[in-house]
């Protein structure tokens, strides 16, 4: 269990009297790449939410590095290396693109990425850096969120349906960042529903069906209809 | 030249409101919070720049130094202590216990100082003038024009250029997500409210050289304070302080008018812009 960068040990959630996750086990090894897919109401943005703190749950169904995080709040969280680009984007509409990725780095962590970097990364943020970040377009926002979430110098990044209402064309673009993002040792967790996409980009899958895992393998050794009946569960 | 001057001495008054407004306004624009208890807060600001003033022998504009990072500490205290446990979606908590606050901060001071009205030595400056143009303008009020422009710009550098008005904004969009960036919102929202009462402090003091005053006259200033938010539009802080200007003058000519009809005029000016402006002549805030 120790090895594993972040290891998931039958997590459950509620909201009120819903449960939406029922007993998730669920690991992640250094410089991973691993997808989770399921359909809409399956469990995965609350997945996402009880790992980076927005849920607190008991201490040891989230353990990163070794150490219990399962009761630990998103900002604590955040400082120990986690860090969401959450689902919808979400970038402050207050704040310019170049503030909205300085408070991303806020935390004071060090590392690769600085706002240069992320600007190499996607040079159209350096040009559009001090307009409001409201006044881009979805994918340019899109590109700001994942921008804000490196900017803290994540060991592990979740990135929560970062192509959900993208056109395809800006989607790829998006997605051939990744390599880059986890080539010096970053482990990644994608929230996906595109399954093709998902299962191309990752080493790892696993598939979430009504709160609970349905199915997990290495990416590509399932057939489409494993898949699929884990999927929608018929 | 009446009309002139009492024009020129309401623009000097607006500053206090707007110094008083700006803390209301930091708070529920960072927090959505009303603090019903700020009034008071100013008053129980005065009383202690009385009481270390007295008791030290100091000039109550030095004896800012000390009461700033007071009011500051009283602040951060209050807000983590109290209030960020009734901060939720509904808006009601905080206003009831703010509301109890004002009562205890009230009855407290009463207990205290007694119900005899007060007013700190201003010395000299608080007799002193400058004639400028045939209108002889106070000094001292003159002096709390000049220092309430400075707490607006102050709080706008604040806001818009550094490192704890990002945080600011930030927690004011979406808690969620600034907490996902490290920041504890529990802490920011006590920087805030100590950045208010900081302000708080300032308007105390001025307001104690300038008027009596006694524990029970907080409720009167928090009205002032919420009419030169709403004129100025929620969210706009140059906005406030014309709001406070706009007050100002309305009632000294009001008073011009009719020594009674000072604290109506005022009144009035804040609900006819409401009937037609509902929302403040700058508004900036949306949603």
């Known amino acids: 269990m120790g090895d594993f960068e972040l290891s998931v040990a039958r997590l459950e959630a509620h909201y009120g009297d819903f449960q939406a996750l029922f007993g998730i086990d669920f690991n992640v090894s250094k410089g991973e790449v691993i997808a989770i897919i399921g359909s809409n109401g399956a469990g995965k943005s609350t997945l996402m939410r009880s790992i980076s703190g927005l849920m607190t749950n008991g201490a040891s169904q989230v353990v990163f590095q070794g150490e219990p995080i399962g009761d630990l709040r998103a900002d604590e969280v955040a400082a120990r290396g986690i860090a969401l680009v959450p689902e919808g984007r979400q970038l402050f509409p207050s704040l310019s693109v170049e503030e909205n990725l300085i408070i991303g780095g806020q935390i004071g962590r060090t590392g690769y990425w600085s706002l240069q970097r992320v600007y190499e990364l996607f040079p159209i943020l350096q040009e559009r850096r001090h307009q409001p970040s409201t006044s881009l377009s979805g994918g340019q926002q899109q590109m700001v969120a994942i921008g804000r979430a490196l900017m803290a110098n994540p060991e592990l990044l979740l990135l929560d349906e970062v192509s959900l209402g993208l056109a395809p064309v800006v989607i790829k673009s998006i997605y051939e960042a990744l390599p880059r993002i986890v080539e010096g040792g970053m482990s990644a967790v994608i929230v996906e529903q595109d399954i093709s996409k998902a299962l191309s980009v990752s080493t790892r899958f696993y598939c979430l069906q009504e709160g609970r895992v349905s199915l997990e393998g290495k990416s590509g050794s399932q057939t489409r209809e494993e898949i699929s009946r884990a999927y929608f569960g018929v | ?287």
């Open chain 2, 1 to 287: 030249m009446d009309w002139i001057n009492s024009i020129v001495q309401g623009v000097l008054l607006g500053g206090l409101y707007a110094m008083i407004a700006a803390g209301l306004s930091l708070i529920f624009g960072v927090m959505r919070l009303v603090n019903i208890a700020h009034g008071d807060l100013i008053i129980l600001a005065a009383y202690l720049g009385l009481t270390v003033a007295t008791a030290l022998g100091l000039y109550p504009l030095v004896a800012l130094l000390i009461i700033v990072p007071v009011m500051a500490a009283i602040g951060y205290v209050l807000q983590r202590v109290v209030l960020n446990n009734t901060l939720s979606d509904d808006i009601l908590p905080p206003l009831l216990v703010t509301f109890g606050l004002s009562v205890i901060i009230q009855n407290a001071l009463l207990e205290i100082y007694s119900a005899d009205p007060q007013k700190m030595d201003a010395g000299a400056l608080g007799t002193a003038s400058a004639n400028i143009g045939g209108i002889s303008v106070g000094l001292l009020p003159l002096l709390m024009f000049a220092t309430a422009v400075v707490v607006i710009a102050g709080l706008q550098f604040v806001f818009y250029r550094t490192a704890l008005g990002r945080a600011f904004r930030a927690v004011s969009d979406n808690q969620d997500v600034a907490q996902l960036m490290g920041l504890n919102k529990r802490h920011v929202y006590g920087l805030a409210m100590a950045l208010s009462l900081a302000v708080v402090a300032i308007a105390g003091i001025f307001l104690g050289m300038r008027t009596s005053f006694d524990p029970s006259i907080g409720g009167g200033r928090l009205i002032f304070g919420f009419e030169a938010v709403i004129i100025g539009g929620l969210g706009n802080l140059w906005g406030t302080l014309i709001g406070g200007v706009i007050l100002g003058v309305a009632q000294n000519i009001g008073a011009q008018i009719n020594p009674g009809w000072q604290v109506l005029a005022g009144h009035v000016v804040f609900l006819v812009i409401l009937a037609f402006r509902p929302r403040g002549l700058f508004p900036r805030m949306t949603g």
